[in-house]
């Protein structure tokens, strides 16, 4: 079991509905020393790849980012929701679903910072249906630049998300895959990873 | 002139309406390198402060918060936009306008993460109205928490927000003030700070 799989039965909470949360070290008070391990973590396993660039989807996934960008020592790049008068006309948009909001939002990246030549790691804090994972691809593809892996914190792998990104051909590392969640006796079963 | 102001200089565009762009290395693409000494210089300019939490809001506080808490080795914690099924019915909230946005949202905190002993030290990376700043004020203080201080990254200093939180007592420290921008001449000058 990972520092991660540790942290999630140690202090994630499962409610109904297959809800996991990890709002006490993760994605809403933030443990800077777990981003740390994972910014770390995920150096690791991408080692072989020329990564330029770390691109993710506010805004979890920012702390995230900035953790492994540090590591590979490039600029991170976030995704931003909605329209905002600071941001030119010339992005690149994809739709995106929420699970977690149960709605839609536009995300775009400004074209200055995305080109061919960039090699993009793409991170996340969540992983259930793919749809955030799915709009940061065709983002970075629209690009012209390559994905040469995706780097997940939290995987939901009893919903479809990572499988069908896995078939893809996508390399996708996720710290900790939660196969079942249990909320009346509060337990979490991880997939066995090597 | 510090490490911001010229990054500023060097990299912000000025637009008409009092837009100062610094997306390509502040809240959109984000210059790790720069964000870390965005970290350690807050950390310098608060170590007599015993802070025990980093507060922001979404989302492009969150990459300088990190930057912060590591320094002083404690948790952070960033103030959620709207509602999500993942927070819980009990959390500090705040009615926050957004000039960038041109909208308002509300925001929150769980109560699970400000308490009263919490000293905590507030961040964002702009200050122009400072009604996302006045949000984060009031949730901290409706915690019985108080407020250590307050970094900002680029504070605008034609606006009202800085001079009516001074005139508050905060203690208030922004890394680059900017008195006057001119869109024609492409300038930016900055208030004078010893």
């Known amino acids: 079991m990972n520092f991660l ?3 999630i039965l140690k202090d994630g909470i499962v ?3 297959n809800v996991l949360k990890v709002d006490s070290f993760l994605n809403h008070q933030m443990d800077v020393a777990l981003l740390d391990e994972i910014g770390k973590e995920f150096h690791r396993r991408f080692a072989d790849k020329q990564i330029t660039k770390v691109l993710t989807i506010e805004a979890s996934g920012i702390a995230i980012a900035y953790a492994v960008a ?3 020592g490039v600029p991170m790049v976030f995704a931003k929701k909605a329209k905002s008068i600071n941001i030119d006309g010339d992005v690149y948009t994809a739709e995106v679903e929420s699970f977690t909001h149960k709605n839609k939002n536009m995300v775009l990246v ?5 080109s061919a030549e ?7 804090d969540f992983l259930a249906n ?3 994972l799915q709009g940061l691809i065709s983002i970075t593809e629209a690009a012209g630049a390559s994905v040469e892996g995706i780097g997940i914190a939290v995987e939901k792998g009893f919903q479809y998300g990572g499988r069908s990104i896995r078939n893809l ?4 590392e996720s710290l900790a895959i939660v196969e079942s969640m249990d909320p009346k006796n509060k337990t979490v079963v991880f997939r066995e990873q090597v």
Do not use: N, T
């Open 5 to 7: 799989e540790e942290r």
């Open 15 to 17: 409610k109904e509905g």
């Open 70 to 72: 540090r590591c590979f």
């Open 110 to 114: 400004s074209k200055r910072f995305l």
């Open 118 to 124: 960039d090699k993009v790691l793409i991170v996340d």
């Open 130 to 132: 793919g749809c955030a």
């Open 169 to 172: 051909g996508y390399h996708l």
